[in-house]
T-cell receptor, first 115, second 117 residues
Framework: DAGVIQSPRHEVTEMGQEVTLRCKPI?????LFWYRQTMMRGLELLIY????????DSGMPEDRFSAKMPNASFSTLKIQPSEPRDSAVYFC?????????????FGDGTRLSIL | AQKVTQAQTEISVVEKEDVTLDCVYE???????LFWYKQPPSGELVFLIR????DEQNEISGRYSWNFQKSTSSFNFTITASQVVDSAVYFC??????????????WGLGTSLAVNP
């Protein structure tokens, strides 16, 4: 079975450019999570969706960040305009069901470098 | 407030040694779930185990074992006869049933394990 699929795996761009990260959750999973990981701050939850609806976006750093989930099989995280401090590994994860006992399954991440 | 503490930032052992990674949690909820994840040098995050707060039985999976003790709010992870392939960052995480629709995981900062040949 396919796991969580993220694209691109690596992205290098100049500051000020728009960046779009993509995620395809595991089929049948109805919760989707976006995380950012840096050496300084560790693993941070940015936003999560349940049944395509954003439930908690308190981790989104600022208005430059936005996330959408137009359907059950696709989500995007967009940064516009990007800044060097956005450089990090961004993970997407998905889980099944409506209860908090379900493990999250992660994609391989997108390594983002903003020059 | 809920919190997960992994006091060991880095551990270094020699192959075949046993090693225990500590995880201490704080929660006010009576029903909660604990998780361990592994992040090898390749970077992906791999789910290892989930434990329910009402099941205190220890669990063993090959060389891996987990010791859950509610009395000390700990969920420790032991690797027996460690191997170089066990080198990774290991994360402990907590979720609470009482959080309702909010299924946020509370993460520890991770323990970096280096197993040297």
């Amino acid at each position: 079975d396919a796991g969580v699929i993220q694209s691109p795996r690596h992205e290098v761009t100049e500051m000020g450019q728009e960046v779009t990260l993509r995620c395809k959750p595991i089929s049948g999973h109805n919760s989707l999570f976006w995380y950012r990981q840096t050496m300084m701050r560790g693993l941070e939850l940015l936003i999560y969706f349940n049944n395509n609806v954003p439930i908690d976006d308190s981790g989104m750093p600022e208005d430059r960040f936005s996330a959408k989930m137009p359907n059950a099989s696709f989500s995007t995280l967009k940064i516009q305009p990007s800044e060097p401090r956005d450089s990090a590994v961004y993970f997407c994860a998905s889980s099944f069901g409506q209860y908090s006992n379900q493990p999250q399954h992660f994609g391989d991440g997108t390594r983002l470098s903003i020059l | 407030a809920q919190k997960v503490t992994q006091a060991q930032t880095e551990i270094s052992v020699v192959e075949k040694e046993d090693v225990t990674l500590d995880c201490v949690y704080e929660t006010r909820d009576t029903t909660y779930y604990l998780f361990w994840y592994k992040q090898p040098p390749s970077g992906e995050l791999v789910f290892l185990i989930r434990r329910n707060s009402f099941d205190e039985q220890n669990e063993i999976s090959g060389r891996y074992s987990w010791n859950f003790q509610k009395s000390t709010s700990s969920f420790n992870f032991t690797i027996t006869a460690s191997q170089v392939v066990d080198s990774a960052v290991y994360f402990c995480a907590l979720s609470e049933e009482g959080a309702g629709n909010n299924r946020k995981l509370i993460w520890g900062l991770g323990t970096s394990l280096a197993v040297n040949p």
